[in-house]
Antibody, heavy 119, light 112 residues
Framework: EVQLVDSGGGLVQPGGSLRLSCAAS????????MFWVRQVPGEGLVWVSV????????GHADSVKGRFSISRDNAKNTLYLQMNSLRAEDTAVYYC????????????WGQGTLVTVSS | DVVMTQSPLSLPVTLGQPASISCRSS???????????LNWFQQRPGQSPRRLIY???NRDSGVPDRFSGSGSGTDFTLKISRVEAEDVGIYYC?????????FGQGTRVEIK
């Protein structure tokens, strides 16, 4: 059974940093592109970051470029999101999601972890 | 970015009655490879999104056959033939044809 378990969220002050993790199991993690998608409470879904299977290529939404960094450890079956210079508008639930490349969509999602940026 | 517009944003439905959600894209979702990458997700209260439909009309494993997807080009529809209590939640369309992938605003389905 495919499982994605998100962790690392919490309360952080503006300008602070946080690292999110997504532990994957039930599939060959190193074969898949992976994403982070966020959802502001009560609002819609927006992609944040993407990484290719071996970690050699990444992409970030303009809103987080230069502040967030996605990475992965295929030996540990874990995806990461390093979030620096956090702003109030980064407050959201962050989900990791597995890419279904054949359908250009997400087929499995983590349960999400809440990041709150506030003083 | 491709803008995905859903309607209605709120949909009160009587149990056992049909429901229909529209999703329109600001550009055609027909990819150069001939496929149309339009997907539907369900998000039940307090849960993460779950994919229901991919490539317009393909139901995921375990998704009840009361859910169906249709459409082409820029206009797409998700239909629930007979709404059940477990269908309460927010439904999102998402396009994967153009980068970046973008979602609709969501349609909240509730029981009258």
């Amino acid at each position: 059974e495919v499982q994605l378990v998100d962790s690392g969220g919490g309360l952080v002050q503006p300008g602070g940093s946080l690292r999110l993790s997504c532990a994957a199991s039930g599939f060959t993690f190193s074969n898949y592109w992976m994403f982070w998608v966020r959802q502001v409470p009560g609002e819609g879904l927006v992609w944040v970051s993407v990484i290719n299977p071996d970690g050699s290529a990444t992409g970030h939404a303009d809103s987080v470029k230069g502040r967030f960094s996605i990475s992965r450890d295929n030996a540990k079956n874990t995806l990461y999101l390093q979030m620096n210079s956090l702003r109030a508008e980064d407050t959201a639930v962050y989900y990791c999601a597995r890419d279904d490349t054949h359908a250009q969509t997400f087929d499995y999602w983590g349960q999400g972890t809440l990041v709150t940026v506030s003083s | 970015d491709v803008v995905m517009t859903q309607s209605p944003l709120s949909l009160p439905v009587t149990l056992g009655q049909p429901a229909s959600i529209s999703c329109r894209s600001s550009q055609s979702l027909v990819h150069s490879d001939g496929n149309t990458y339009l997907n539907w997700f369900q998000q039940r209260p307090g849960q993460s999104p779950r994919r229901l439909i991919y490539k317009v009309s393909n139901r995921d494993s375990g998704v009840p056959d009361r859910f169906s997807g249709s459409g082409s080009g820029t206009d797409f529809t998700l239909k629930i033939s007979r709404v059940e209590a477990e269908d309460v939640g927010i439904y999102y369309c998402m396009q994967g044809t153009h980068w970046p992938r973008t979602f609709g605003q969501g349609t909240r389905v509730e029981i009258k």
